[in-house]
């Protein structure tokens, strides 16, 4: 088994929809990016290349390839899971953390996981989705972004 782990951070745009952990969420400004900015999705595809020592986000869908302009960061995560295949490996468990001060994630959180989970082909019960705040300090406390943090654990196939 090998281990990776993953970081992403967005600034919020409010001309976009917020996509976090594959759900669109209302009432929420988006994130800016050149896919859907799912920070969530981002992270986690970077502990998973990470695990098997094959790059990251950018290295594989880069922000100067028009095909990732708007993507669904759902596909890019499946594409992830694919290029961990091919390196003869599959997710075992995943964990996330994600710090903000908005929106709450503690009732995203279950949906989050399971849509994670559906996408990475795993267990819904392997995959943990939880929210900090950052108790109002720096540029997370003023709400000019959010960051996300994630660990993957894989397995050989
Ligand atoms: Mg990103």
């Known amino acids: 088994m090998r281990v990776g782990l993953g970081y992403d951070s967005h600034r919020f745009d409010p001309s976009r929809s917020l996509v976090l952990g ?4 209302p009432g929420s400004p988006g994130l800016s990016g050149h896919s859907d900015g799912d920070a969530v999705a981002h992270a986690v595809i970077d502990a998973l290349l990470g695990a098997v020592s094959a790059g990251n986000v950018g290295s594989h869908f880069p922000p100067t390839d028009n095909t990732w ?3 669904d ?12 295949g091919d390196r003869g490996f599959v997710p075992s468990n995943v964990d996330v953390v994600v710090i903000t001060e908005a929106p709450k994630i503690g009732p995203l959180s279950e949906a989050m996981a399971d849509r994670l989970a559906e996408v990475m082909g795993i267990q819904a019960g392997s995959v943990s ?4 705040s950052n108790e109002r300090m720096g540029w997370i406390g ?9 660990v993957a654990l894989v397995t050989r196939k």
């Open 142 to 150: 003023a709400g000019e972004g959010l960051a996300v943090h994630a």
């Open 22 to 25: 594959g759900l669109e969420i």
């Open 69 to 71: 302009k708007g993507a």
């Open 73 to 84: 960061s759902m596909v890019l995560l499946g594409k992830a899971v694919s290029i961990l």
């Open 129 to 132: 989705v939880k929210g900090k």
